[in-house]
């Protein structure tokens, strides 16, 4: 029964590139398979776009841009009000899909079907709230008009972790500011960046506003929409190193760009935190996504006085977790994406073990099918350990004691990203100085999940450029035009 709703629900994913409205095969008939992370199977396979497609998407971009930017707002707004809808209608269709292609369990799937659809609905509110300015200048001799204007066609690059919240998040803001786009998701996970596209579809939106590319060489294929001289906007998600070789490619156009990249949180719990509701914001901040999340907790910097406890509360809970493919009932810690994730996780805790670190549970690899791999637990990790420096993602909490508040903040603030951090800490004063001291573009302070479309998503340092989401999240997509006319009573 599961079997065959899988196979009935992947038999209705598109298996064409997505351009000017119409579905097409790859030039010379290329393609690409998509497996399941927790089998190894192959479960589907697509097109994958050559420089020439990826042309042909920019072609239907540049040339539908001036009458989708055209288009009244009410209308642009009541299209992504519609894909909200219908997101409603099919959710469980795109939880099962990002489960099968990416690996998460299937309640987390339907939490990012929920969080995804918001910015279809946020954006659908905000579209009519852009607004200009008008005043005399400060000489009185003339009138400043401030204008907001559609960038142009966007290309937008999306990562495998959370395959439709990271496609929403880009095309809800550039379809709302009246930008067409070129969407390229990971080829990791392809399929619900096209169902979507497909929903998008049936929501009414017109040929050509919304183009996707799947593709196996992602490097050419964007390098070339890059250097594209119709081409407005780069908007990225995805890890830090890539985010800079894009950077300097589209440092020759000077054009608009967006970076949402890595990051390595601290999660740091004070001797005055409330350990019940620390344990809690560890778990989600740790373990959502099997780890792999931009969010997720790398480093959990822990008071002395409370450490020991803390490491058993979580260890106790990571024991209770239940591994296995998302789909089956219960099930709390998925796959990773593939072997690699596998190996890197083994690789950064067998260095911290090595440097001295306690491991209290977990710390290997979990043979047979799929890319599996123990939640775990390490305590006492000593500074210079790989782990504290790279980007974990994989289900590893690592834990390190600290004594005083100014070591807790040089700890948290030791790292070239600056996207997020966790705090725990019952006293208000202790909460407002981490406010102004931790260096992140965001900060949970006594919980563990911070996103929301209505606030602005993004990092410090290296962790990015830009603001998706909230108010700021349209700005993105827009650019100001300041005209000056004389004094009409002059
Ligand atoms: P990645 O950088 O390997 O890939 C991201 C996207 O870029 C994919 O679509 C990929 O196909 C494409 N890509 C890869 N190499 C490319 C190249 N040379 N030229 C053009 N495109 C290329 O990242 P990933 O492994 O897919 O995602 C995980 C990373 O994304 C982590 O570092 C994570 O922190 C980051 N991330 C950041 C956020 C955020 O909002 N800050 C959100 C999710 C993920």
Redesign the pocket.
């Known amino acids: 029964m599961t079997e065959n709703r899988e196979s009935a629900l992947l038999a209705d994913v598109p298996e064409g590139l997505f351009i000017g409205g119409e579905w097409r095969a790859a030039e010379a008939g290329a393609t690409l398979t998509v497996s399941d992370p927790a089998t190894g199977a192959t479960i589907k396979t697509i097109a994958s776009a050559s420089v020439a497609d990826g042309k042909a998407a920019m072609d239907a971009a540049a040339d539908t841009f001036p009458s989708w930017a055209a288009t009244p707002v009410r209308e642009r707004a009541e299209i992504l009000r519609r894909a909200f809808d219908l997101l409603q209608e099919r959710k469980e269709d795109f939880a099962l899909l990002m489960t099968i292609e990416m690996g998460k369990p299937l309640a987390e799937a339907r939490g990012e079907v929920a969080y995804g659809g918001e910015f279809l609905r946020w954006f659908s509110e905000e579209a009519a709230h852009v607004q200009g300015r008008y005043g005399a200048n400060p000489e009185g001799t003339g009138r400043m008009i401030v204008t907001q204007h559609p960038v142009g066609p966007a290309f937008l ?6 395959p439709l919240a ?1 496609a929403t998040r880009k095309i809800a803001p550039a379809l709302a500011a009246g930008c067409t786009v070129v969407i ?4 990791l996970t392809p399929l619900t960046t096209l169902y979507f596209a497909k929903l998008l579809q049936d929501a009414g939106l017109p040929a050509g506003v919304v183009n996707v590319v799947t593709t196996a060489t ?2 050419p294929v ?1 390098e070339a929409l890059i250097r594209d001289p119709r081409l407005r906007k780069l908007s990225f ?4 190193p ?1 985010g800079v ?2 950077l300097k490619q589209a440092a020759d156009g000077v054009l608009r760009t967006s970076m ?4 390595n949180a601290p999660f740091v719990v004070f001797e005055d935190a409330d350990l019940d509701k620390a344990v809690e914001g560890a778990i989600a901040a740790k373990f959502r996504n099997i780890g792999q999340a ?1 969010t997720a907790a790398n480093r959990f910097i822990v008071h002395r006085s409370v450490a020991d406890e803390f490491a058993r509360r979580v260890t106790e809970r990571v024991n209770g977790f239940r591994i296995g493919r998302g789909t089956e009932d219960g099930v709390t810690i998925g796959p990773l994406i593939d072997d690699r994730a596998v190996a890197k996780a083994s690789q950064l805790v067998e260095d911290a073990v090595s440097r001295g670190a306690t491991l209290r549970t977990g710390g290997k690899a979990i043979e047979g099918e799929g890319s599996f791999y123990e939640p775990t637990v390490l305590t006492e990790v000593p500074q210079g350990s790989e782990i504290l420096r790279e ?1 974990i ?1 994989g289900p590893v909490l690592a834990i390190v004691p600290f004594d005083t508040e100014d070591e807790a903040v040089d700890l948290a603030n030791s790292t070239e990203y600056g ?1 997020v951090s966790y705090v725990f800490t019952e006293s208000i004063a202790r909460g407002q100085r981490m406010i102004e001291r931790l260096e992140t573009g965001m900060m949970g302070l006594n919980v563990g999940v911070v996103s929301n479309a209505a606030a602005p ?1 993004g ?1 410090w340092k290296q ?2 450029l830009g603001r998706e989401g909230g108010a700021e999240g349209i700005h993105e997509y827009l650019q100001t035009k300041y005209t000056l006319t004389p004094n009409p009573f002059a």
């Open positions: 690059i999306t990562p495998w972790n959370f990271m390229k998701p990971a080829a992602s490097g964007s998600t995805g890890s830090t890539v070789a894009l949402e990249l890595g990051g931009c980007e993602f996207l998503f990092g962790s990015g």
